[in-house]
C-alpha cells in the first residue's frame, strides 16, 4: 500500500477523455483522499491509501500501467510480445480470413459473416463494454459512439464495415498513444539522464551506493566517461564536463577545483572527487524535470478553450446525428439508409483529434526546449512569448557579461612600481566589481601594507603608506582645486566608468572601466528590431553609459538611473499603452519587473536557482540568443494549433457533408476520424525538430 500521498509515472495514458476517466475510477476507489493527473507529464498524484494494482485496475479499460516515480522506465515489450495487443492480432487474423471467404462465398455468406461477427465481438469486446458503461452513467464519450455506431452496423447487416471500424478504431488509438509518448520523452529522456548509483567515499575506499540514499557533504568519486550522480562541488582533480543536459550547449566547459558539477552532466577526461551540496530530490536537474512537468500540466489559453469547445461538441455530432436519422424518412427517405449515414455520423465525430490538438503540440513544444536548455514554465507563456511587441532588458548581466574590465588607464604622473603596488594594494580586498576589474588590469603588481585601511560607500577606497594618504574611486572622494577638477572632467570615453588614484589632493591615474557586451548581443538586438519589436533598456547605471552602451546595440529607448521600483512602472507604463511587454534580466534584482511583465525572460539559469524561480521562461546556458529561438518557437507552436484544429475539424466537416449526397460510409468515417487524429500528431512532433 502507499503512503499518505505518492506520486506515480504512467504508461499507455493516450487521450484526454482517458485521464479524466482514469480520474474518476481512481477518486471511486476506497481510502482515496485526492488525485492530481499531469496528462502532459504522464504523471499521478494520489493522497490516501491505495495498491498500484489498484491503480491499474482503473486504468484497466485504457491498458494503462502504473509504477512508482522514483522507478526508472523499464524496457518496453515489443509489440509482438505485448499480451494486451492479442485481441487485435487475433481479429485481424479473423478479418483477412473473412475477406478470402468474401471472394469465395460472397459477403452474404454465413462463413464470411461468422468470421467478421469474431472481429467485432473479439476485437471489440473492451470497448464495448466501456462504451456500454458510460452509456449507462449518460457520459456520451468517444467508447460510447463507437460502441452505437458499430453495435447499430452490425445490426443492419453491415457486418464487414463494423469489423473494419473496430480495426481502424484500433490502430487510430495505438498511433494516438505512440504521438503522446513520442512528445512525453523529452521528460523521460531527462529523467533517464542522472545515473541511479554512485561510488562513495567509505573510509579509505569507495562503495557503490543508490544516489538518494547520499546526503549533504559525503564525498563521490567520479570516473572518465562517467555521469555525474548528483550536484555537488569539486574537492579534488581538473576535468572537462559537458553540460548539453542542462543547458543544451555540447561544447565541454573546464572544471576544477570549487566549481560545481551538475547531476546529469558528462564528465569527460579525468577523475573527479565531489562533495555533495543537494540531495538527489533538489539537484538542478531534478529541479528542471518538475518544472518542465509542471508546465505541461499547465493549460495554455487555447487549451482551455478547446476542451470548452469540446464538451458542446460530442452533443452536436450526437444531436446531428439523431437529426440525419429521423429528418429524411420523415420525408420518404429509406430509414435503413439514413440509419446507417447517422452511424456513420458518429464515428466522424469523435472529439480525439480536436481534444488532443493543442496539448500534444503544447507538450512537444516544451519538451523540445527544455531539451536544449531552454525551461518554460507553462504554456501560457509558450503562447504569450509569440505575441511580443516590446521587450525591455536589464543591462548589467543581460546585455553585458557583468564582468567589469580596464579599457584604457591614463597616467597623469609617472607612476612608479612602488605607487602601482599601492593602488593594487588598496583594491585587492575591496570586493567591489570594478575594483576587481583594477586588480585584473594590474595583476602582475605585489601587495604591500597598508595601514588605517577603509571602505567609503559610494565613494571608494582608502589606507595610508608612509604618512600619506593614497585613495582610489570616484572624483567626489578627492579634494581637488577648480583647476585640476575641470582638468579630471574634461577626460572622458563614451560608455566608460572612471575611477581615479592618486592622494587625497592630486589625480596620479585615470581607469577607464567598462562591462563588456555580450558576444551575441548586437545580433540579437538586430534580429528583434527586424522583426518590428521594440527594444528598451533599463538600467540603473548613469545615463552616459547607458546611453553609449544603448547606441552601440541600436537599441530603441534607453532609460538609465532607475531603481528596481521605477524599472516596474516603466512596465506597466507600456503595458497601459497596450504593449504585449517581456523583461528580460539575470532573475535577481529585476524579480518586480519580470513578475510584472507578460513574459519575464531569466538569464543565468545553470549558475542561479533565484533565475529558475524567478521567471517564466530561463535560459539555462546564459545565452541571450536564446530569446529569438524561443519567439519563433511559440510562434511556430501557435500556427501548428492553429492548423491542428483547422485538420480536426474541417476533414470532419467535410466528411459530415458527404451525407447530404448520401456517400458517407462507415469507412470513410474511420478514415477521417483516425486521418485527422494522425495529421494532428504527426504536425505537432514537427516541433521536435530544433
Known sequence: MSKAHESY?????????????????????????GVDLNFGAAKLNVAGEVSIEQLEEAGKFDHIKVRPANVRRVQKIPFYKNKAHLPFAIALVLFIAGLILSVNFGEESWYTRAFFVGVIIIGGYALFLEGLSQLFKLNFDMNVLMTIAIIGATLIGEVQEGAMVVLLFAISEALESYAMEKSRNSIQSLIDLSPEVALKQVGSGYEQVAVEDLAIGDIVRILPGKKVPIDGKIIRGNSNVNQSSITGESIPVAKSM????????????????????????????????????????????????????????????????????????????????????????????CPCALVVSTPVAIVTAIGSAARQGILIKGGIHLENAGRIDTIAFDKTGTLTKGEPVVVDRVDLVDLTEEELNIAYSLEQDAGHPLSKAIVNHLNDQEIIELTDYEVVTARGVQAVYRGTIYRIGQSKFFKLNKEDAFEIEKREMPGTTKVLFGTENKIMAIFFIQ???????????????????????????????ATAIGNTLKITHVHSELLPEDKLKLIKDYQHQQHHVAMVGDGVNDAPALAQADVGFSMGGAATDTAIETADITFMKDNLSDLPKVIRLSKRTLNIIKQNIGFALGLKLIAILLVIPGWLTLWIAIFADMGATLLVTLNSLRLLKK
Open 258 to 349: 570549487h566549481d560545481e558539477v551538475f547531476s546529469g552532466t558528462l564528465n569527460e577526461s579525468a577523475q573527479l572527487d565531489i562533495r555533495v551540496t543537494k540531495h538527489s530530490h533538489e539537484t538542478k536537474l531534478a529541479k528542471m524535470i518538475h518544472l518542465v512537468e509542471e508546465a505541461q500540466s499547465e493549460k495554455a489559453p487555447t487549451q482551455k478553450f478547446v476542451d470548452k469547445f469540446a464538451k458542446y461538441y460530442t452533443p452536436l455530432i450526437m444531436l446531428i446525428s439523431f437529426l440525419v436519422i429521423v429528418v429524411p424518412p420523415m420525408f420518404g427517405g429509406d430509414f435503413k439508409h439514413y440509419l446507417y449515414q447517422g452511424l456513420s455520423v458518429l464515428v466522424v465525430g
Open 515 to 545: 562591462d563588456t557586451l555580450r558576444d551575441e548581443a548586437i545580433e540579437v538586438i538586430g534580429a528583434l528590431n527586424k522583426q518590428g519589436v521594440d527594444t528598451i533598456m533599463l538600467t540603473g547605471d548613469n545615463k552616459v553609459v
Open 9 to 33: 509515472r504512467l504508461e499507455g495514458l493516450s487521450c484526454t477523455n482517458c485521464a479524466a476517466k482514469f480520474v474518476k475510477n481512481i477518486e471511486a476507489i476506497p481510502g482515496v483522499e
